[in-house]
């Protein structure tokens, strides 16, 4: 039969509750956020003459997890208006309505019996057909569809969102033996492409595979870390992106997610286990006495650090997990640790440290080796192969190798012979790989990745719309390439351009490259793509190379730089052939300047965009300020009031405003309503794709050079009070109102009168004027130095 999701009921309106809610509204799907009704008013309610009669009182749980929403950082909604599609409710007056919903998500207390007493009540209101599923984290899936009728259990599963929804990748899928085969594939695919998500399938087992996992490498770092003294911090230090784990390492993680909550998590499989296992998942005393004090980290404002002010400053202090006393931060500081920075890979970075025999490497061999082994001896169980088992733990714990590629990078021979040194019992399965002469559990042949399943190599099936650069380049289908970029053929007549200079930042190869492509794509392609597989789309242009060159005096280099870079910009408005940009993650400074001027954008749902060069001391120099005043000029429609769009231009741009998604993005006017986004990362490219060659089909024709009115000298005034007015309030430097004047000069148009048409070339080059200007500026080099150095901006 044919389905799909219009509408949908959450049932608990908690933080994961209200979070789902929320992503459901960002990709367009409103819900109904029902909770329990509460047993009185509350003193608000009652100064106000409430009585539990009031809907407002019986719907107050989901009404004020609603009002939450707006204020939680990070932000669940997309864009604050997002909002609407959340109507708030409660389990007793509301529960007839669940037969207007197609998905049914329960996201009650973990306790089995309050679940089972919810879905009699579900199983008694639903349509039959209508889709039930449970975000529990741990408690059998099966048990809890116990008792309900055959419609209930066939259209039943776990659907585990990982937490914050909006942001984390992992959507764990948990089918019974009773789910329909039908449903299951829908739910996978809807979770997929609607919901943006790395869609996983999990067997119905306690914590399913990734808490299982993660939690249990954490605990066992845990004992590592009280059995051989190390501290807090050192562990920290090791075992973040040292190891390909994420920056919050080990413990600023449990910080992050809640120690009340990791407690629970761990106590769930503690319960359900048996022998050596269930010991590893006991919870350490020191933790206990954590979180009876409350120290259950970000959310209580301390854990196992704490930010406090001293002499130095804002310092971060750690916990001594023996006398529950916060001391100074410390680092591991050992050879291997110094050696692996000097890698070329990632393999290499690992083997470095963790087969050295210094203090870094045997706390880092002991607590990758029993987490390598126990998700072998477990993959069966709760997966159905190895490939669930590193989806998960990359998707859901942010790990950038899972248990079995990190085998792969440590080299699975010399790592077992290790292990068996050491008296370990290698699973049986393994042993039979290795004896059959396969030693690595995955393998790549012809631009495509196969994993060891049951004796043999079985190929990584993936959804169409995934394309991976990388397997291109292997299937030579390279065009050109330079040190920053490389043309490919992305097939059905595309091509793309992909960026992979350090940190993706702009310079002079980068720009050749764009030029080499568009005349390769007008020559022999339907159009192009601009996209990469980084960490960011693009953070801006190589603000080293500019600083050593400005602070070396050479102005005249740097002028043809900027030339060059606004005609390269130019090269993309006006490309014969449409181009598509495909940002995600960061888009900034120059990566938005890419972006702007292409024939149609296609962007991630989580795209950073912003014009950022205020930060450093510059304003725009690649055009930036022309395309955001061209569309703005084009949001604005009709006859615009032209002070009052070069107002918002100069705001935007000022203020550095970067959205915090690609909704945001359309609001600030980086992004067209015209223009594209997708909802699931790994589709962007396949998208943008597409997007050429309906462009290219529909006749595509470049853009005609046009006059642009400008707001000239009357919105020039009206732009510099506005900072004058900053500066008198103290908010702005005497240099921040030098660049605001500069930014002001080149959005107004110059010294014209309001309303004056003038030429593209024209607002290019009075913008190049004022870039190289504060260029020459010391006080913004100082902004740029300490911006290389630090990180942040500098407001001098």
């Known amino acids: 039969m044919s389905r799909s999701i219009h509408k949908v009921a959450v049932l608990g309106a908690g933080v994961m509750g ?237 910080d992050v997610v809640g120690l009340d909550t990791f407690i629970h998590v761990a106590k769930n499989v503690y319960d359900q286990v048996s ?13 206990e006495k954590m979180n009876h004090k409350g120290w259950i980290g970000s959310k209580a404002g301390q854990g196992f650090f704490l930010k406090k002010k001293g002499e130095k400053g804002r310092e971060i202090l750690e916990l001594n997990p023996e006398t529950l006393e916060y001391e100074p931060r410390k680092k591991l500081r050992t050879g291997s640790v110094e050696a692996s920075k000097q ?106 990745t196969f994993f060891y399943h049951n004796g043999e190599y079985k190929k990584v099936d993936e959804n169409e719309k995934v394309i991976h650069l990388k397997g291109l380049k292997e299937q030579n289908r390279v065009i050109k390439k330079n040190t920053g970029a490389t043309l490919l053929d992305l097939g059905d007549g595309v091509a793309g351009l992909e960026f992979h200079s350090p940190n993706n930042a702009i310079g002079m190869d980068i720009l050749q490259m764009i030029n080499e492509a568009i005349d390769e794509t007008e020559k022999n392609f339907e159009g192009l793509v601009i996209g990469n597989q980084g960490k ?7 603000v080293a190379l500019m600083l050593m060159e400005a602070q070396d005096d050479n102005f005249f280099e740097i002028e043809l730089i900027a030339r060059k870079f606004q005609q390269s910009m130019g090269r993309i408005r006006y490309s014969k052939k449409p181009v598509v940009a495909a940002p995600f993650q960061m888009t900034l400074g120059g990566g938005a300047e890419v972006v702007m001027p292409a024939a149609s954008i296609q962007a991630s749902f989580e795209t950073y965009l912003g014009l950022v060069e205020v930060g450093v001391g510059l304003i725009p120099g690649g055009g930036g300020n022309k395309e955001l005043y061209l569309r ?38 980086y992004i067209r309503n015209k223009d594209g986004i997708s909802v699931n990362a790994d589709h962007v490219l396949h998208d943008a794709k597409k997007k050429v060659l309906f462009l290219a089909e529909q006749g595509y024709q470049p853009p005609v050079s046009k006059k642009i009115p400008v707001s000239g000298e009357a919105g020039y005034a009206a732009m510099l009070m506005g900072a004058k007015t900053m500066q008198w309030s103290g908010y702005i430097s005497e240099h921040d109102l030098k660049i605001a004047s500069k930014l002001a000069h080149v959005i107004a148009g110059g010294k014209v009168k309001e309303g004056t048409l003038v030429d593209e070339q024209y607002l290019l080059d009075i913008e190049r004027e004022a870039f190289l200007s504060l260029l020459g500026e010391p006080k913004t080099q100082a902004r740029m130095q300490h911006m290389l150095m630090k990180g942040k901006p500098l407001r001098n």
């Open 632 to 669: 703005k000029l084009e949001q604005a429609g009709g006859k615009p009031n032209l002070i009052d769009v070069a107002a918002d231009v100069f705001e935007t741009i000022a203020m550095a405003k970067v959205s915090t998604s690609a909704h945001e993005a359309t609001d600030l006017g």
């Open 343 to 448: 890698a070329k890979s990632k393999s290499e970075k690992l083997k470095t440290v963790a087969y050295s025999e210094d203090r870094a490497g045997e706390l880092v061999w002991n607590i990758l080796k029993p987490v390598l082994l126990y998700s072998a001896e477990k993959t069966y169980e709760i997966a159905d192969d190895i490939l669930a088992i590193d989806r998960a733990m990359k998707w859901g714990f942010g790990w950038e190798m899972g248990p079995f590629e990190t085998w792969d990078a440590l080299g699975v021979e010399k790592s077992i012979s290790k292990m068996k040194e050491q008296g370990e019992e290698i699973p049986s399965w393994i042993e039979e790989m290795l004896s059959s002469g396969k030693t690595n559990f995955y393998k790549r042949e012809g631009g495509k």
């Open 18 to 254: 209200s979070g789902i809610a929320a992503h459901l509204a960002n990709v367009g799907i409103p819900s109904i956020l029902l909770d329990v009704v509460p047993k009185e008013p509350n003193e608000k309610e009652k100064a106000k003459g409430l009585t539990l009669e009031d809907r407002s009182v019986r719907n107050r749980l989901s009404i004020d997890a609603i009002a939450k929403l707006k204020k939680q950082k990070p932000a669940p909604l997309s864009k604050k208006e997002n909002i609407q599609l959340i109507e708030p409710g409660n389990m007793e007056d509301d529960m007839e309505r669940l037969n207007e919903v197609d998905w049914i998500i329960e996201v009650v207390i973990e306790n089995l019996d309050i679940k089972k007493k919810v879905y009699e009540k579900v199983d008694h209101y639903r349509r039959p057909g209508t889709i039930v599923s449970s975000n529990t984290s741990g408690i059998s899936v099966g048990a809890m569809a116990e008792g309900r009728s055959d419609d209930f259990r066939s259209h039943f599963l776990g659907t585990h969102f990982f937490n914050p929804p909006r942001y984390l990748k992992l959507l764990e899928v948990i089918p019974t033996k009773d789910t329909d085969p039908a449903v299951l594939s829908y739910m996978k695919t809807f979770g997929e492409e609607t919901l943006g998500k790395g869609v996983v399938e999990a067997k119905d087992t306690p914590n399913f595979i990734a808490n299982r996992i993660g939690t249990y490498g954490l605990l066992v770092t845990v004992r590592e870390m009280l059995n051989r003294g190390f501290s807090v911090g050192e562990v920290d230090s090791v075992t973040g992106p040292l190891i390909g784990r994420p920056k919050s390492a080990t413990f600023r993680t449990l």
């Open 275 to 287: 022998g050596e296992e269930k010991e590893v998942f006991r919870t350490p005393d020191f933790m």
């Open 536 to 542: 960011n789309f693009c953070v801006g242009a190589n």
